[in-house]
T-cell receptor, first 113, second 114 residues
Framework: ETGVTQSPTHLIKTRGQQVTLRCSSQ?????VSWYQQALGQGPQFIFQYYREEENGRGNFPPRFSGLQFPNYSSELNVNALELDDSALYLC????????????FGPGTRLLVL | TQLLEQSPQFLSIQEGENLTVYCNSS?????LQWYRQEPGEGPVLLVTVVTGGEVKKLKRLTFQFGDARKDSSLHITAAQPGDTGLYLC??????????????FGKGTHLIIQP
């Protein structure tokens, strides 16, 4: 069984740029959620994708957007990067009817200068 | 907004000691999950508790879900240096409908000294 994978592992961008992060879900899982984790904090929910559509969103502005593909993999796009976007971005996959248990990837560490 | 408060925020103890970490909320959760996270890595799911009053044991770790589904605790017996990490509790919204994005606590930073 293949776990959740994310790419890239680390990324450095400058303010105003755009970034795309990628996630492959665990085999058998059809739902992908994205989280932002600032240093020393718990993860914060960005949004969730199910059947290629956004299925709920946390308190993040529209410049955070995403996609889910037919193979259940997903992308997180962030436009007009700000310094405060520097964080660990986590992807989690789950089986829709699994009672909320989510399995996380190793994350992408984004630094915005 | 459903919030989860974890205590203590930091805990440093000697190897062999016992400890308990708490996760509390004023809101009801349909389930609660506990994760352990090491620096630079994603959270690893330890357990999901679903039924009020439920107790689950995972080797030296004992997890309890409060009767009212508003709180949970993690007890570690005879802590070992390998238990060091950030312990996070998290839960989906009670409604269950729509997005199942998890609400996380800020975590307990646990250090077990040899």
């Amino acid at each position: 069984e293949t776990g959740v994978t994310q790419s890239p592992t680390h990324l450095i961008k400058t303010r105003g740029q755009q970034v795309t992060l990628r996630c492959s879900s665990q085999s058998g899982h059809n739902t992908v959620s994205w989280y932002q984790q600032a240093l020393g904090q718990g993860p914060q929910f960005i949004f969730q994708y199910y059947r290629e559509e956004e299925n709920g969103r946390g308190n993040f502005p529209p410049r955070f957007s995403g996609l889910q593909f037919p193979n259940y993999s997903s992308e997180l796009n962030v436009n007009a990067l700000e310094l405060d976007d520097s964080a660990l971005y986590l992807c989690a996959s789950s089986a829709r009817l699994a009672g909320g248990s989510q399995y996380f990837g190793p994350g992408t560490r984004l630094l915005v200068l | 907004t459903q919030l989860l408060e974890q205590s203590p925020q930091f805990l440093s103890i000697q190897e062999g000691e016992n400890l308990t970490v708490y996760c509390n909320s004023s809101s009801v959760f349909s389930s609660l999950q506990w994760y352990r996270q090491e620096p630079g890595e994603g959270p690893v799911l330890l357990v999901t508790v679903v039924t009020g009053g439920e107790v689950k044991k995972l080797k030296r770790l004992t997890f309890q879900f409060g009767d009212a589904r508003k709180d949970s605790s993690l007890h570690i017996t005879a802590a070992q240096p390998g238990d060091t990490g950030l312990y996070l509790c998290a839960g989906p919204p009670w409604s269950g409908g729509g997005a199942d994005g998890l609400t996380f606590g800020k975590g307990t930073h646990l250090i077990i000294q040899p």
